[in-house]
């Protein structure tokens, strides 16, 4: 009886040791959050990652966690700017020769990596032979592999040579990375421990990384973009988005993008929240379709594609799904970007126009069972789409319109890699819902052009128009941004006639962000509301209390 | 019994060999390999340079050679490197030319788990026999009754919900308790007793939810077998020599009661390095379930026929252990395996 009294007491000293160690002092609820502050340096911006990247060398890492914290670390020839417009980032300048097989930039002088070396066009140089070796294990060596000869001339100009003209490339340009040729030369770029401990130009620099917990970032004193305010960013893995909510009401991380029930009920439900945390709205980066397999009857028939075009309320399901928290769009661009044809518009919801292009395409309830046919077959498919909430949720509601029109649509959810090798590499599908990203170059020569229907590649849906495929093959040859708009503003609008896919919604991005944050543009300019993340600022009095970093 | 033990090791080859040729080629029929995620389902990815990833990699060779070239590899007791994590090593360190380290990934991950598990097992023993005794002494009285009731509750209750409701109740509403991760982010500028208690507090809330279950199952393991041993003649011999309760319950039930236990933690030897997925993701803790869990969403063969590899091995050790165990405190067992 007596160790058990023993035992308790230890149990409840222990317990009481670790209560009190968590006491930490939060930042006074009496300091006002909305009150204007000046613009100051300094100060940790806490958020959260749902994976760990698996090295930063964005090339080879490929994933999207690689290529957040590398986009702080590392820049690229060109960037977009708010507008999604390109301009200069290591470059000053660049120059488009006049049979536009040559493109020529100008880098930004006296550039330097964040370890005090110089940052010249050797560097750009070795990159593209690093992108473009045999041997480096990246999908996505393709683009530069196109460049004919590279060269440079000085130790600020590097010139690339096409075959022939190329007007995605400034496009890839801005995708690469530039990485240091003195410390990576000789060294296995797939196994070299330079992705785990990087040196690059960009606002950060690696500080430390902890396997599995977080990387911390501390800002780079030769940073060639000019200095962040922002001094230090931690990104912690939490895997569960559960939790990452928890982290973000208890306040320890400073953002997170939400979900359209945390931003649309939880969140204006609760006052306490409201005073602490801003919301924003952003166009995210990918659209979601339902596509036709146009190889199966009955969708080689452009009027059966359109009716069930109409047939779909689209604001439905972006009220049922996303809460309201997104856009129809009609072409598969960017709304608000140069690409993007204000012109269109989506199919309306018209039930009337569905039955009767049906009935011009031979489809009536003949037998008198609900469902219509012709020729005796009743109109019925599959929908096929993989594990993705929203997705799942968008084809209950195709669904029943349809039903309501008598087409009989079923649907099957599959695991991702099934999806893709059973039935997309395949064409074994009638009907999928799936989403593609809002490119930033309009080229999309790789989904629509009817030379890409090989398997594995990506015009899986069949869709073959030869107007389309010369203006697309133009388009690639057209480095003329005003030229290039009219041919992809006809594109658009080609594909929203022939109704290959039925466009469904672009969510936006909805981040939370703590209002300790300030500086941040609202609303979100096309290029979201990051773009100026280096001219935030953490105000001294709302900072965490924090042991001091150097 | 030096013989017997030889014999059990070496029928042990085989059997790791044969189930590492069940777990390779179930891994290979899943459909897709590490170049078709989702995040690959890119246009900018071209066909050409997955088919040049399937090749360096080996996965467009036969499968029977794709297992003979791991086969071999094991040989060596080499686990080879991880196509998704950069290249590093599956198992243990390595070190390049140049003098940088690359930390094994079962190496990080390994005495994660193994942390968590010990503490959860340790906290199943001591609360679970106490629960399971008391149970059975006051076998269908209101204690008796409590104590099932509890121990349905903990077994039927989701771990993960108990997990955010806690995480919510201590951490966003109380503050009394980190939410999730290992660390704090000035852990580094701690005090080692700061450091202690700072790991002890992370842990609290995973290893509570992990022992639940667990108790839960144990005590009612130790409740039937007190009250199988209590009704046993030996008993009512003892209490009729006069024996003091105690005498009778603990020296000769409880023993005896606790012999089919052996067997229990014999087979959760393997359960000790096989982390939980659903409680390290929510909880953001870098540990093997985690580690294995991500390994099979991204085909990334090497690790998890790695980690396949260990936890079988483990397993077969573990029986050894819990057979040997059980000899040692059995009289009537030793007797049949020294035969």
């Known amino acids: 009886m007596r160790s058990h009294s023993t035992s308790s007491v230890c149990a409840l000293l222990a317990l009481s040791l670790l209560l009190n160690a968590c006491g930490q002092p939060e930042t006074s609820p009496k300091t006002d959050l909305d009150r204007p502050y000046p613009s100051e340096a300094g100060g940790t911006q806490i958020d959260a990652m749902p994976a760990e990247p698996s090295g930063l060398i964005a090339m080879i890492a490929g994933e999207s966690a690689a290529s957040a914290v590398a986009s702080n670390l590392f820049n690229s020839l060109l960037k977009y700017d708010k507008n999604l417009e390109l301009v200069g980032e290591l470059a000053q300048s660049w120059q488009i020769s006049d049979d536009q097989k040559t493109i020529t930039f100008t880098l930004k002088p006296d550039m330097k990596w964040s ?108 940073a060639t973009q000019g200095q962040a305010n922002v001094e230090r960013l931690v990104s912690r893995f939490i895997p569960d988005a559960a939790s990452q909510f928890l982290e973000l009401l208890a306040d320890n991380i400073d953002l997170m993008n939400l979900n359209p029930i945390q931003y649309a009920r939880i969140v204006p439900a609760r006052p ?141 959810v599959l695991e991702w890699a099934s999806f893709v090798g059973r039935y997309i590499k395949t064409g074994d599908f009638d009907v999928v819902v799936l989403g593609w990203s809002l490119s930033l170059d309009p080229d999309q020569y790789g989904i629509w052009h009817s030379s890409q229907q090989q398997p594995g590649q990506f015009n899986f849906i069949g869709y073959n128009n030869p107007r389309v495929d010369e203006l697309l093959e133009r388009g690639r040859f057209e480095l003329d941004p005003d030229k290039r708009q009219t041919i992809y503003h006809e594109f658009a609008s080609l594909l929203l006639q022939d109704s290959p896919i039925v466009y469904l919604f672009a969510g936006y991005g909805l981040p939370a962000i703590h209002k300790r944050i300030k500086g941040i543009d609202n609303p979100a300019p096309p290029a979201g509301i990051g773009h100026n993340s280096y001219e935030w600022y953490i105000p001294r009095p709302l900072r965490r209390n924090e042991i001091a970093v150097e | 019994m030096i013989k017997y033990l030889l014999k059990r090791l070496f029928w042990m080859v085989p059997l790791l060999v044969g189930i590492s040729l069940v777990s390779f080629l179930i891994m290979h029929l899943a459909p897709g390999d590490i170049t078709t995620t989702e995040a690959g389902f890119n246009p900018k990815a071209s066909e050409e340079s997955r088919q040049k990833l399937r090749e360096i990699y080996n996965l467009d060779k036969p499968i029977t050679v794709q297992y003979g070239l791991w086969l071999n590899r094991m040989a060596t007791l080499d686990f080879g490197t991880s196509f998704a994590s950069h290249q590093r090593p599956v198992f243990w360190e390595k070190t390049d030319p140049q003098g940088n380290v690359s930390k094994g990934l079962i190496q990080e991950a390994l005495p994660i788990t193994l942390l968590i598990n010990v503490l959860s097992l340790t906290v ?146 393997p359960g000790l390095i096989g982390g939980s997925v659903i409680a390290e993701s929510i909880f953001a803790i870098p540990g093997m379930g985690k580690l294995f869990y991500d390994a099979v969403l991204m085909r990334d063969f090497p690790v998890i026929m790695g980690i396949l590899t260990i936890g079988s091995a483990l397993t077969l050790l573990g029986n050894l252990l819990a057979d040997l165990a059980y000899a040692w405190a059995d009289p009537r067992v030793r007797r049949g395996v020294l035969k």
């Open chain 1, 272 to 412: 306490e929240l409201q005073q602490k945390l801003g919301l924003y709205k952003e166009l995210g980066n990918s659209y979601t379709y339902m596509g036709f397999n146009l190889k199966h009857k009955p969708f080689d028939d452009i009027r059966v594609r359109q009716a069930i075009n109409y047939a779909i309320d689209k604001q439905e399901i972006i009220d049922g799904v996303l809460l309201g928290l997104g856009e129809p769009v009609a072409s598969p661009y960017k709304p608000g970007t140069r690409w993007s044809n204000p012109a269109l518009k989506p199919y309306p919801y018209d039930v009337a126009r569905a039955l009767s292009l049906l009935k011009e395409a031979g489809y009536q309830d003949h037998d008198g069972d609900g469902i219509l046919d012709r020729d005796g077959k009743p109109l019925s498919f599959e929908i096929l789409t993989n594990q993705n909430k929203q997705r799942e949720m968008a084809a209950v509601l195709i669904q029943r319109r349809l039903k309501e029109i008598g087409i009989d649509a079923s649907i099957r």
């Open chain 2, 124 to 269: 199943i023993i001591a609360v679970a026999l106490p629960l399971g005794i008391v149970s059975a002494l006051t076998q269908n009285r209101p204690p008796d009754r409590a104590i099932t009731l509890f121990v349905f509750i903990g077994f039927a209750i989701p771990g993960f919900w108990l997990a955010l409701v806690l995480m919510y109740w201590t951490g966003v509403v109380n503050s009394w308790l980190p939410i999730s991760g290992l660390h704090s982010l000035q852990y580094d500028q701690m005090h080692w007793l700061g450091k202690v208690a700072d790991t002890l507090r992370h842990l609290a809330l995973p290893v509570f939810i992990s022992s639940l279950s667990g108790l839960a199952g144990i005590a009612l393991f130790v409740r039937n077998g007190m009250l199988d041993v209590l009704h046993q003649d030996y008993i009512t011999t003892a209490r009729a020599k006069g024996l003091p309760e105690n005498t009778v319950v603990y020296r000769h039930a409880l023993r005896n009661a606790l012999l089919p236990l052996i067997t229990i933690f014999g087979l959760s030897i």
């Open chain 1, 115 to 222: 370890d005090g070396k110089p940052l010249t066009s050797a560097d750009v140089l070795f990159t593209w032979k690093v992108v473009t070796d045999e041997n480096t294990r990246t999908p996505y060596g393709a683009d530069y592999k196109l460049v004919k000869q590279a060269e440079t001339p000085d130790a600020l100009t590097f010139r690339v040579s096409y075959e022939q003209p190329y007007a995605p490339a400034l496009d890839t340009w801005a995708g690469l990375q530039i990485l240091p040729k003195h410390l990576l030369e000789g060294q296995d770029i797939n196994t070299t421990a330079f992705a785990r401990k990087p040196v690059g130009s960009h606002y950060y620099q690696l500080q430390e990384w902890r396997n599995g917990e977080r990387i911390a970032l501390t800002r780079n004193p030769n």
